[in-house]
C-alpha cells in the first residue's frame, strides 16, 4: 500500500481493510468478551480509530491477545505488537518515505541499506539476536514487545515516538498465602484455555509434547476441559527418554501420538533443501536466529499429511519463565547485595553464550554492557528483589520474542495457526503479582501441579509451602567443596558437549556439520546454534 509518504507492505497472515481515508490492518487476535480475529479484528480497528487517528487523538492496543496491528490515516500511523512480540514489525524511512513491513527482508531492500551495525552483528554472534528495538542493519528498526509507534509526517519530515504500553515486571501482593495463590492460579489457568478451545472451534489442537512440565500442563488442561480433538507428537533419536515419556503422557490421556525420526544424515539432508532455506530467510527477520528444532517435525507431519490443514500448534511456551523458572535462587541470598553491574553481568552470563561473550574486545563488551543498561532503565538497584524482577524483565523483553517466541514462525511457515495459551494476559498479570520467594525455583507452579494432579501426570511434585533457600544444605555451605565438584562436573560436560554430543544427542542435529568442525572448530560452544549463527552472519561478509 501506498499513499504518498507512507509504504505498507504486510504479507502472508496479515488481514487488511481500507475505509475511506483509514487503512487498517491486523494480524492474530484478541478478546474483548468475544473473540475478534481475522475481519472482524480489522473492522474493530476501523471503528476504534476512524476520523481519530489522522488527528492524533487515540491509540489503542487490545488489553488481551496475540497481535500486531496497523492503522493509518492522513499524516498519521500506528503500529503496536503484542507483549511478546509474536507478530513482528519493522519499519524505516528512505528519501521522505516512512516504509513499515512484516518482512524485514523487503524493508532492507526499499531502504537500500548494506550498512551493517557492528555493535548488533556481535550482539547477534553472542546472543543469537539483536536487543533493543535494533536488526543487523542500522536504518532498519523493529517494535519491541509492549510497544507501539506513532509515527507523523509533518513539515516535509517524520516523527517518530516510540511508546512502550506494556511491562512485565514483578509487583508482588504482600503477604499472599500460597494456598490462596494456587486457587487463584487454577482460575485463570481454566479461563486461559478456555479461551483457547473458544479459539479452536471444533479444530484439531496440535502439541508439541516433550517430558517437561509445560506442555504436559497443555495437554492436561485440554484434557479437563474434555477437548478430545487434539494429537500430540515428538520426534528426535529413535527410543530417546523425551519422547517415550511423551508416549506415555499421550496414551495416559487418551490423545493420538505421532513421532517424527530425527538422524544426523536426516538433518543434513533437510539443512540443504531449498524449503529449509526459505525457511531460514523467512524467520530471521535480520535480527534473531531462526529456530530449528520443530522445523523437520512440522515439515514432516505437513508432508505426509499426518495432521490436518486447519491444525492449531498448542505449545508450552514459555511456563517455566513465567512462573520464575528463569530466576536463579542467589537472589534470595540476604547475605549477597546484587548491584546494578552485578545485574547486568548475570544477564550476560544467561543470554550472551552462544559464543564466549570473553572472545569479543574489551570496548565491544562494554558497548553490549550498556546496551543491556539500556533497556533495563535504571540508575541503579536498590535491592535484590527489584534485581530479581528486571533480571526477569530482560529475559521477557529481549530472549523470550526474539528467540522462544520466534519459533512460530516454523508453524506459520507450514501455514498452520498457533495458540499461547501460557501466555495469556490473565495469566501474565497473575504472575506478576506473586511474591518472589514463591517463584524462585517455581515453588508456587510445582505446588499448584502437584495439588491439582490432573489427570495423574504429575504425581512427582508434592505441594509444598516452603520457599527458595539458596546454599541449602551443609555441602552447598562448603563452598570449596561445592566449587571443586562443581569443576568436576563442569569438565565432564565439557568432554561430554565437546566430543560426544554429536553422535548421543537426542536431536541429532549436529549432523548438519561435518564432525570435525562441531569436535575442533571452537574451543567451546552452547549448543548446534554456536555454528549456526557463525554460517548465518557470513553471509554478509
Known amino acids: 500500500m501506498n499513499r504518498q509518504n507512507f509504504i505498507i507492505n504486510l504479507k502472508d497472515i496479515v488481514y487488511c481493510v481500507r475505509q475511506n481515508a483509514l487503512f487498517a490492518a491486523s494480524a492474530g487476535y484478541f478478546w474483548d ?27 489503542w492496543v487490545p488489553k488481551n ?37 512484516n518482512k524485514a527482508h523487503w524493508l532492507k531492500e526499499k531502504l537500500q541499506t548494506d550498512q551493517l551495525d557492528p555493535v548488533a552483528q556481535e550482539e547477534f554472534r553472542l546472543a543469537g539476536f539483536v536487543a533493543g528495538n535494533d536488526t543487523l542493519f542500522r536504518d532498519l528498526k523493529q517494535i519491541q514487545a509492549g510497544h507501539y509507534i506513532l509515527v507523523e509526517f509533518c513539515e516535509n519530515k517524520f516523527s517518530i515516538k516510540v511508546h512502550q504500553y506494556f511491562k512485565y515486571i514483578g509487583a508482588p501482593k504482600k503477604n499472599a498465602l500460597c494456598s490462596n495463590l494456587r486457587t487463584r492460579l487454577d482460575e485463570v489457568f481454566l479461563a486461559s484455555f478456555r479461551r483457547l478451545i473458544k479459539f479452536a472451534d471444533g ?25 478430545e480433538n487434539v494429537i500430540c507428537y515428538s520426534y528426535g533419536k529413535e527410543n530417546n527418554r523425551e519422547s517415550g515419556r511423551s508416549a506415555e503422557i499421550a496414551r495416559q490421556l487418551g490423545f493420538k501420538w505421532l513421532f517424527v525420526p530425527y538422524a544426523g544424515k536426516m538433518w543434513k539432508k533437510w539443512s540443504s533443501s531449498i524449503e529449509f532455506k526459505s525457511y531460514m530467510r523467512y524467520a530471521d527477520n535480520l535480527s534473531t536466529l531462526p529456530h530449528i528444532q520443530d522445523w523437520p517435525a512440522v515439515f514432516t507431519l505437513r508432508e505426509k499429511k499426518m495432521i490436518p490443514d486447519d491444525s492449531i500448534f498448542v505449545p508450552g511456551h514459555t511456563g517455566d519463565f513465567i512462573s520464575g523458572g528463569h530466576i536463579q535462587p542467589d537472589f ?90 501460557l501466555w495469556d494476559v490473565e495469566l501474565l498479570e497473575f504472575w506478576q503479582q506473586v511474591p518472589l520467594k514463591m517463584k524462585v525455583n ?20 508434592r505441594a509444598n509451602n516452603e520457599t527458595a533457600a539458596p546454599m541449602k544444605g551443609t555441602f552447598r555451605k562448603n563452598k570449596l567443596l561445592y566449587r571443586s565438584v562443581e569443576s568436576l562436573a563442569s569438565a565432564r560436560d565439557f568432554i561430554k558437549k565437546q566430543y560426544f554430543d554429536y553422535f548421543n544427542h537426542d536431536l541429532a542435529w549436529y549432523g548438519m556439520f561435518p564432525y570435525s568442525k562441531v569436535a575442533f572448530g571452537k574451543k567451546r560452544f552452547q549448543n548446534i546454534y554456536s555454528f549456526l549463527v557463525d554460517s548465518y552472519l557470513a553471509q554478509f561478509e
Not at 481475522?38 to 473492522?43: I, Q, V
Open 442 to 461: 517455581k515453588v508456587l507452579y510445582l505446588a499448584y501441579l502437584g495439588e491439582t494432579n490432573m489427570s495423574n501426570l504429575f504425581g512427582e511434585l
Open 65 to 101: 491477545g496475540q497481535f500486531g496491528v496497523v492503522a493509518q490515516e492522513g499524516n498519521f500511523l500506528f503500529a503496536a505488537v503484542d507483549r511478546t512480540r509474536s507478530f513482528p514489525l519493522f519499519y524505516g524511512v528512505k528519501k521522505g518515505k516512512f516504509y513499515l513491513s
Open 332 to 421: 534470595m541470598d540476604e547475605h549477597v547485595k546484587i548491584d546494578k553491574n552485578q545485574l547486568i553481568i548475570k544477564i550476560v552470563k544467561k543470554h550472551y553464550r552462544v559464543n564466549d561473550f570473553l572472545s569479543c574486545s574489551k570496548a565491544m563488551q562494554t558497548k553490549i554492557k550498556q546496551r543491556i543498561e539500556a533497556t533495563l532503565q535504571i540508575s541503579s538497584v536498590e535491592s535484590n528483589e527489584q534485581a530479581a524482577f528486571l533480571y526477569e524483565f530482560y529475559d521477557w523483553q529481549e530472549r523470550q520474542p526474539k528467540h522462544v517466541l520466534n519459533s512460530l514462525r516454523v508453524y506459520e511457515f507450514f501455514r498452520y495457526k498457533w495458540y499461547l495459551p
Open 33 to 59: 468478551g468475544a473473540l475478534k480475529k481475522d475481519s472482524e479484528f480489522t473492522e474493530a480497528l476501523t471503528v476504534k480509530f476512524q476520523g481519530k487517528l489522522s488527528q492524533g487523538e487515540i491509540f
Open 203 to 227: 479444530r484439531t489442537l496440535v502439541v508439541p509434547l516433550s517430558a517437561g512440565l509445560d506442555s504436559r500442563l497443555v495437554a492436561a488442561m485440554l484434557k479437563r476441559l474434555n477437548y
